[in-house]
Structure formats: structure tokens, C-alpha cells
């Protein structure tokens, strides 16, 4: 029964305010009120393929665009984010990501576990790795962190072999003009046999890189590959 | 552990409760499961092990306080000498008050009948803490008579009360005198003076209202005013509630700051005047409650710790059930520290809301959804009006009617003529809202009956309102289901009469008279034979007390409305005698009746031609029936064989109306108060009457149930309904004799109190409340 601290504001968590979920109910809170009502949780309506947020459910003008093209259409069926990105959210997953602090992943746990038992069930995690130096100089892969809290154990199938420079300080024509192949998939056990593989990843910007781990997959006999990401922005 | 100390209050609830209540084992499984369910939450085998520890502590030290509470007197004494430890309750020509015996650490209860008017005034002035010796005689109190009933001698039993000692004046020898007590003796003496002003100085129909308000003394209230307020769902706001206390710190506080006295004194101060406050204010559990909660809060507020909300009112539950673990069966109790924790944990969803409008009203809501299970469960009722009325009067009331009271009775202290000006105002407004009152109160009030409830139905009802609580809480739209469980919850409670496939028939003690229900299964139909009534010597005015000894009201009703019973299909008044009808006006106001059916005789006397008259008027029906005429539902039958078709003019009694009724293969005859020319009269028209069960004429007395009779009808079994040592000497030894030796098994009121009489799956059963 020790104290609980907000891990985004260190506010004590059994503050001033009491509520009927802290009295009665088994949930672990890890966040205050006020930081929690800072994320924008998506729900439908929104986009069938990004989960974009829509006045109704249907596909979004970016995902018409990406069926057309010839090179990457049918290579994700789905993506699912937690949340809108936005400066709060920005702000969190930095601290996480590049700041090293790992504990805050906790916070994306419930609503994880959630989305992956409402909408991927049966489907087999496969977190988007890292490149080596990119690995050795953060200490540790954020998406694989993230694919530990899902109620089945994921899958390492593909290895980064380019070290590309930082995504998120490239623009989205420099990210949709690069056509390398950055993941190579890796199994042990052969080829897959038509499992429905879920990406995790920390951010859907335009969806490139999880189309490009999606490539390798669906290559080597994977079924379908859809994603489940924290942030969509 | 910050917001985790309601784990100490949960633990020394069941602790009280296994050790206290009746339902031990339930009790104990429920405790268990609770505890796995807070190790769970707290993922700790460490915390399952303290609650099982504190529990078992507090479970000892409520049997060793229960233990302790036992008296040192016999029924053998006539003299008792000790001090007044309360305010005396004058209500006509009865005094009565609480005595603290010397030597001995026990208290009675002192009922005290004045019979001369001029001494009144020195009972007035009787203070508390006064030593008095007192002669008169000493009873053990009544035990309840009725099932479902009130037990009175339990609520002594709970303030360590085991006898009631009777004086009359004049005819005992009684001395009183002053003497200077200690601090608490002290502030009873102000609150006593305090009461006797606003006696003195307050115009009649705002004295007990400002009593209420000022002192938490309810005696004084108007019984038609209190039972509007009762029933109607707004008593609360004459008990000093934490509102009360809340408006009381609040000005004071803001008085000290304004005098320049800086926040920590002024906390200082208000820490120390609060409990004084208690005491002047009667104490109750409400009363202590707030300001407990309110001392640790200004005590932390003093000494910079953060107090969680939920801990401080754990706390204040936790000291006072260690002080007196009796409260935890405290309706008072149990309503303040329940809707006190609603409110508390709702904080977050009153946050939601925008405006103060909408925040104060689903304060309200909150309130009366969380109310509701223990409302129904002691009280049976539930007014449907009690929302909108709390919503309109509890500002009026904190607002208004509160701070006026309070300035109105320090202004009279200085300048009675001006406030005197003020009171006649106040007392004019008063007045308006009582009658509007008073005027729902009697046209319905939208006051549903729900009779009895379970603990088990009471634990679920809780356990969905906490759960739609929380949800609602989530935003989650699961809520609404968890609403929709409770609702039906209700609707089950109120169908539950309906659902009872039991055949009752229940004589109701109610003192000297008759009173008999009939429920058919299902209640496809329900009778009332007779409703009581006691007859009153005539009083002078000053004797009279504010409530007459009334059965309808004090018994029939009430037992009408614990069995959730909202309907009743016929009213027999078997004969125009008091005892019989007297209790039924109330019955007819209260309740919903069909049909009044009255002997076909002559009306002769001014009370029952008054009585008929306001049948009348309520709308109800009324059938004049005499012999012949006959009813059945599904395969039971009913048929009259009193008064004759063409009265003889006989008495009253034999008039009677007389129903032999066939259920379930078992006849009864219910007599009223027929007598022996009556009882010949049937043997003779009747050759092949038989019944099974005889309820026995006229109370038993020796002008009824004759041998011939009783030989003729061969009864198994006889009903005597009759008062604990009434007047009339009634049942007469003649009749015991007479049935003893035809073998009919006797069962008495006076003895047995009231007698229950149920079929279930094919099988007769009998349960009398006293087991002789």
C-alpha cells in the first residue's frame, strides 16, 4: 500500500480529490486525473485502414491514395492507434523514447491490451526493430517494450539491416520517395503459413515504415499485416 | 496509506456487525470476500492479513462493550435515587427523562405522570444534572408485540437502558434539587435553559421546528408535522445534520477572520468550540459525525497535513463505532456516514458539471439514490416526492430558515421586541410550508410502499449503485445498465406482496379491540377485520399528549406497510364499538381501501356517524351487509352470517358482523364481538355450522363463547384478542374454562402478542411473536 505517484507529473496519486474508481475498483492507475484527460483517445468514426479520426466510418483520402499506388497498396490491412498526437502526447513519448524513460510505457499498457483484445485477437505481434547502432545508442527497442504488455508474446521476425537517418526529423515526400528496403525478415523456423501478423510501433506518421516491414512479411507467407501504434498523427 | 484508511473503517464495520448482528455467518462470508477482493486491489497478502486482524480486535471489544451492558437492579425496587442526565420531555401530563443511579453505573428511564397542573412548571425547570430521589415502580421495557415491529426494548437495550421506572406524582414521594455538576452537566444545563427559551419566547408553531434547528430536540414538533416530514423524505432537515454543522463552522470561522483573528487561531478556536457544539446540540450520531469530521479537517488544515476526504470520514467512523459500537445499527448513523461517503467520492463527477445549479442537483440525486436502500429498509416507504421537495426546501432550509433561527434566538437574548416583530414573520412563513406539507402529506405524497426488505436485496442494491456509480464515473455507458439492475432491484422489492404465494392470517395486537388481516396468495385479495382503537378518558387540555395512544396509526399501519401490503380489497367494521373501528380512520387515510363493509343496523352514535362520514369522503365505498350475503376468490369462501336481515334491535355486539370463511380447507368464524343471544341464535339457523378455527367474542369476556356454542362448533383452535392486563380482566377464567374443556387450543394477544397464521404448501402453520 504505498504511495502512487502520477508517472507523468509525480503528483501524488491518492490526492485531494477522492472518486468512486480508486475506492472500488481494481485498476492500477498510473497517471492523475488532469494528466489523463490530456490524451485524445480515438475511437470510431474514423478511418477503416489508419484510424484516422472521421465524421464517419470509411476510408480516409490518404488510404485511397496508398491503394492506388503500385507499390504499396494491400500492404497494411489495418492500423490502430491509441491516441491523436498531440503536443502532451509528443511530450510523453519523447521522455519515453529518447529520454529513456521507460517506466512511462506503463501508462499505454490498459488501453494496449484493450485495443489489441477488441480489435486483433488471434494475431501475432511483431514489433518494428531497431538498427543496431540505432539500438546500441538508445539502449532499448521502445516498440518491443510496448509488444511485452499484449497478453500473448511476440514474435522478432524482422531485423533492421540500414541505419536510416532519424525519421522524425525527415519530411513526408523524403519518406515516401525512399524506396529501400530497410527490414529483412529473420525466422528460425521458415517461412510463415498465412498467420495475420500486428506491427507494433510507436507512431503512424504517413505509414511508410510499417508498409516497409510489411513487405518482407507478407513475402516470406504471412496472411495479412495490420498494426497497432500509440500515437497517430 | 494517504486514501487507503477506509480500509480501518470497513474492517470495524464487519467487526461490529459479525459481533453484534444476528446474521453472524453471512456476515462473516461477505467480510472474506470483500477482503480477498481489497488484497486483489492492493495486490498484497499483507492487507488481507490486517483487515482480518483489525476486524478480529474490533469483533472482541464489541462483545467485551456488548458484555458490560447488563443491569445490577431486580424488578423488587420501589425507590431510586440518582441524577437527571438530560433534558426532561414534557408531552401533556407525562415528564420523562433519562436517571444516572449513584453507585451504580446504570441508567433507567423515568416516566413520570403528572396529575396536577401547577406542577408542570417545576418539571419544566427541572435541570439536568439535578439529584433526585424518586419512588414508583420499576418494569422491564415493552418488548415489541407485532411482527416487524418497532422493538423499544432494544432501543434501550442500545443506550444501556434496562428498566423504565413509573412515578405518579402525588401519589409517590419525589425531591429533586440542584446541584453544581461537572463540564458536561454544565453545558446540559444550557442546552436545557435553551430549549425552555425558545419555549418561552418562540411563537407555537416554530418552537419545536427551532428546537430541531438549535438543539436537535424533535419532541416539541407537531406529530402531523413530523409524520409529513417522516414520510415525505425531509426529516433529515430536523435533525442537525452535517449540513447544519458545515453552515454553524463556516459563519463562525469567517466571524473570527473578520474580527482580524488569523486562520490558525481562528481553527484553534472553531476545533474547541465544535465539540461543545455537539453537546448543546443533543449529540446525535449525525451531530458527531460532522463534527469529528470537521475537527480532523481544521486540525490538519492547522498543521499543514494533507488529509485525504475518505480517510477523515473513515476515521470519524472508526472512533465513534470504538466508542460506542451500538451506533453501527443507528438509522442516523448509518444514513449520514453513507451519504457522506457518496458525496465525497462523487467529487470527481460533480467536477464534470458546469454550473452550480447542476452540481447542487445531482447532490440531490446523489443523495436520495444512495438513501434509498436503507430508507426502504427501515422505513418501508419511499416518497417519490421526496426529491423535488428536498431540492426546493434544503436551500430554503440552510439558506433562510437556519440563519434566521439562529439570529432570531441571540436577538431575543438582547432585544424580545424586535425580535418578537421578526419571529411573528417567520412563523407566518412556516406555517405556509407545513400546511403545504401536511396537505401532500394526506393526499398520497407519492409514497410507495415496499414493505420488509432482505439484508440480501439491501447488499445488492448497494453493490449496483456503486457499481453505476463508478461507471457513470468512467463515462462508461455500461452505467445505464448497472442503473436499469437497480431500478428493477426496486421493482422486485415493490412486486415481492404480489409474488408471496402464502395464505396469512394474522390477529394484530393492538391492545384491547380486534384487529385481523386476512392475504389471500398472491394477494389476490386482503381483508382487514377491525383496526383497534383505545378509549380515551376525557382530559383536560393541558393533559392531553401530543400523539393519543392511537393502534391504527402506531400498529395496524405500520404492519400494513412492512408487508408492503398497498391496497386493501375490504374493510369489515364488524360492529360500531371504539376498540373496533377507532384504529381504522388512520388506516383509511393512509391507505388505499376498496370497499367498507358496515353491519346493516341503525347508526346511533355520533362517533361512528363521524366515522362513516369521513369514509365518505375519502371516496371510499361503504356496504351496509347482514346475513346471507356471501363472496368467493378462487377456492375461498366467505359468507356472512350476522347481523339478521331484520335487526332485533339487540346490542350492539350482537349486531356484529360474523364471517365464516372457508380457505384452504379450513373454516374459520370471526366473531366481532358477539355474545351469547348471538351465539344461540347461530347454533339454532345453523345446525351444520362447524369451524376450525374460533376467533373468541368480545375479547374473551364471560357474555361470549357460551359451552353450547362451543360444543355446536367444535373448534380446534381459539383466537382471544385482548389487552396485556386490561381493565376488563378480560379473557374471563369462565371462557378459558369452557374452551380448556373442549379440548380447543388456546391462543391470546395479551400473552402471545400478535399471532400469525400462514399456509404453505399444503401445510398450516402458526408463529406468535412472544413465545409463552
Redesign the interface.
Known amino acids: 500500500m504505498k504511495q502512487n505517484y502520477c508517472l507523468r507529473c509525480l503528483e501524488p496519486l491518492e490526492g485531494a480529490q477522492a472518486s468512486w474508481t480508486a475506492l472500488l475498483s481494481c485498476e492500477k492507475k498510473n497517471l492523475c486525473e488532469s494528466c489523463s484527460d490530456k490524451f485524445h483517445r480515438l475511437a470510431p468514426p474514423w478511418c477503416l485502414h489508419c484510424a484516422r479520426p472521421l465524421s464517419c466510418t470509411e476510408s480516409c483520402g490518404d488510404c485511397e491514395r496508398w491503394a492506388k499506388t503500385r507499390h504499396w497498396s494491400g500492404l497494411l490491412t489495418r492500423n490502430i492507434s491509441l491516441f491523436s498526437y498531440n503536443d502532451f502526447l509528443q511530450e510523453l513519448i519523447s521522455t519515453y523514447k529518447y529520454r529513456g524513460d521507460i517506466a512511462l510505457a506503463e501508462v499505454f499498457k490498459e488501453p494496449l491490451r484493450n485495443f489489441y483484445q477488441q480489435y486483433f485477437t488471434g494475431t501475432t505481434p511483431v514489433p518494428v526493430p531497431l538498427s543496431k547502432e540505432r539500438l546500441q545508442e538508445r539502449g532499448f527497442n521502445q516498440a518491443e517494450v510496448i509488444a511485452e504488455f499484449l497478453p500473448v508474446s511476440y514474435k522478432p521476425l524482422l531485423v533492421r539491416d540500414i541505419h536510416e537517418k532519424k525519421q522524425s526529423k525527415g519530411s513526408r515526400q523524403d519518406r515516401l520517395r525512399g524506396h529501400v528496403r530497410p527490414f529483412v525478415f529473420n525466422n528460425h523456423t521458415g517461412p510463415l503459413t498465412g498467420q495475420h501478423i500486428l506491427l507494433i510501433d510507436d507512431i503512424y506518421t504517413t505509414g511508410t515504415t510499417l508498409r516497409k516491414a510489411a513487405l518482407p512479411l507478407l513475402e516470406n507467407g504471412a496472411g495479412r499485416v495490420s498494426s497497432l501504434t500509440i500515437a497517430r498523427s | 496509506?494517504?486514501?487507503?484508511y477506509?480500509l480501518l473503517a470497513v474492517a470495524a464495520g464487519f467487526g461490529v456487525a459479525i459481533a453484534l448482528s444476528s446474521h453472524e455467518l453471512c456476515l462473516t462470508v461477505l467480510a472474506v470476500s470483500v477482503f480477498v477482493?481489497l488484497s486483489?486491489?492492493?495486490r498484497?497478502k499483507l492487507?488481507f492479513g490486517l483487515l482480518i486482524l483489525v476486524t478480529f480486535g474490533v469483533f472482541l471489544w464489541a462483545l467485551f462493550y456488548d458484555g458490560r451492558n447488563e443491569t445490577v437492579l431486580s424488578d423488587e425496587i420501589d425507590i431510586v435515587q440518582g441524577n437527571v442526565t438530560d433534558v426532561p420531555v414534557l408531552d401533556g401530563d407525562r415528564v420523562s427523562f433519562l436517571l444516572q443511579l449513584q453507585e451504580r453505573k446504570e441508567r433507567i428511564r423515568v416516566s413520570v405522570r403528572v396529575t396536577e397542573e401547577e406542577a408542570l412548571s417545576s418539571f419544566r425547570n427541572l435541570k439536568p444534572g439535578s439529584e433526585c430521589i424518586i419512588e414508583g415502580e420499576i418494569q422491564p421495557p415493552l418488548d415489541a408485540r407485532n411482527f416487524n415491529a418497532f422493538n423499544y426494548r432494544e432501543y434501550l437495550y442500545e443506550q444501556h437502558v434496562h428498566w423504565t421506572f413509573h412515578h405518579v406524582q402525588g401519589e409517590n414521594d419525589m425531591s429533586c434539587h440542584a446541584v453544581s455538576g461537572t463540564v458536561s452537566s454544565f453545558l446540559k444545563q444550557w442546552r436545557h435553559s435553551g430549549i425552555r427559551m425558545i419555549e418561552e419566547v418562540f411563537p407555537q408553531e416554530l418552537q419545536g421546528l427551532a428546537q430541531a434547528m438549535l438543539f436537535g430536540e424533535r419532541s416539541n414538533i407537531e406529530s402531523d408535522t413530523l409524520d409529513a416530514y417522516q414520510d415525505l423524505g425531509i426529516i433529515h432537515l430536523l435533525a442537525i445534520s452535517g449540513l447544519h454543522v458545515g453552515i454553524v463552522s463556516g459563519v463562525f470561522f469567517f466571524l473570527l477572520i473578520r474580527m482580524g483573528i488569523s486562520r490558525e487561531r481562528a481553527s484553534e478556536i472553531l476545533m474547541f468550540v465544535l465539540p461543545v457544539y455537539a453537546l448543546l446540540a443533543g449529540a446525535a450520531p449525525s451531530v458527531l459525525r460532522a463534527v469529528l469530521m470537521s475537527c480532523f479537517v481544521l486540525f490538519c488544515f492547522r498543521f499543514r497535513f494533507?488529509l485525504?476526504?475518505?480517510d477523515g470520514l473513515s476515521f470519524a467512523f472508526f472512533a465513534l463505532l470504538m466508542y460506542n459500537p451500538y451506533l453501527l445499527f443507528h438509522v442516523g448513523f448509518q444514513l449520514s456516514f453513507t451519504i457522506s461517503t457518496a458525496l465525497?467520492?462523487?467529487?470527481?463527477?460533480f467536477?464534470r458539471l458546469k454550473t452550480r445549479l447542476r452540481q447542487f442537483l445531482m447532490v440531490s440525486i446523489l443523495a436520495q439514490v444512495i438513501s434509498f436502500p436503507l430508507i426502504v429498509y427501515h422505513f418501508h416507504t419511499y416518497s417519490l416526492i421526496s426529491l423535488p421537495l428536498n431540492i426546493f426546501y434544503v436551500p430554503v432550509i440552510s439558506i433562510l430558515i437556519l440563519p434566521m433561527v439562529w439570529i432570531l434566538f441571540f436577538l431575543s437574548m438582547l432585544s424580545p421586541f424586535i425580535s418578537s416583530i421578526w419571529l411573528f414573520f417567520l412563523e407566518k412563513a412556516i406555517r405556509v410550508f407545513h400546511t403545504f406539507f401536511t396537505f401532500i402529506h394526506q393526499n398520497h405524497g407519492g409514497i410507495l410502499t415496499f414493505g420488509q426488505a432482505s439484508g440480501y436485496w439491501v447488499f445488492f442494491s448497494f453493490l449496483f449503485i456503486?457499481?453505476a456509480?463508478?461507471l457513470f464515473?468512467?463515462k462508461q455507458k455500461t452505467a445505464a445498465l448497472a442503473a436499469a439492475l437497480v431500478l428493477m432491484l426496486a421493482v422486485y422489492q415493490y412486486m415481492t406482496p404480489y409474488l408471496d404465494g402464502r395464505l396469512r392470517v394474522t390477529f394484530i395486537d393492538v391492545g384491547q379491540g380486534d384487529s385481523i388481516l386476512i392475504e389471500l396468495p398472491y394477494k389476490r385479495a386482503v381483508y382487514l377485520i377491525d383496526g383497534g382503537g383505545t378509549v380515551m378518558f376525557p382530559q383536560e387540555s393541558w393533559q392531553e399528549q401530543r400523539r393519543e395512544p392511537d393502534p391504527g396509526r402506531q400498529t395496524v399501519v405500520p404492519y400494513l406497510q412492512s408487508l408492503g401490503i398497498k391496497r386493501l380489497d375490504k374493510v369489515i367494521v364488524t360492529h360500531g364499538d371504539y376498540d373496533h373501528y377507532g384504529g381504522l380512520e388512520v388506516v383509511i387515510e393512509k391507505m388505499n381501501v376498496d370497499l367498507v363493509l358496515y353491519p346493516r343496523v341503525p347508526i346511533e352514535k355520533p362517533g361512528v356517524e363521524t366515522f362513516l362520514r369521513n369514509v365518505i369522503d375519502q371516496g371510499t365505498r361503504i356496504e351496509f351487509v347482514h346475513e346471507g350475503m356471501q363472496w368467493t376468490v378462487d377456492e375461498h369462501a366467505f359468507r356472512i352470517l350476522n347481523p339478521e336481515q331484520e335487526s332485533r334491535g339487540l346490542s350492539d355486539n350482537e349486531d356484529s358482523i360474523v364471517i365464516d370463511a372457508n380457505v384452504y380447507g379450513k373454516k374459520w368464524l370471526f366473531t366481532g364481538d358477539l355474545e351469547e343471544e348471538g351465539e344461540k341464535r347461530l347454533v339454532q339457523d345453523y345446525p351444520e355450522l362447524r369451524t376450525d378455527i374460533l376467533k373468541a367474542g368480545h375479547h374473551g369476556s364471560q357474555s361470549s363463547t357460551t359451552a353450547p356454542f362451543v360444543q355446536h362448533i367444535q373448534p380446534e383452535v381459539s383466537i382471544i384478542s385482548a389487552g396485556e392486563n386490561n381493565r376488563f380482566n378480560h379473557p374471563h377464567p369462565d371462557v378459558i374454562d369452557t374452551l380448556e374443556r373442549e379440548n380447543v387450543h388456546i391462543f391470546r394477544t395479551d400473552r402471545q402478542g400478535a399471532i400469525r397464521f400462514y399456509h404453505h404448501e399444503q401445510e398450516w402453520y402458526v408463529e406468535t411473536m412472544i413465545s409463552d
Open positions: 496509506m494517504r486514501g487507503h477506509y477482493y486483489y486491489k492492493y498484497s492487507t494533507r485525504h476526504p475518505v465525497i467520492c462523487s467529487a470527481t463527477i467536477k456503486l457499481l456509480l463508478m464515473e468512467k
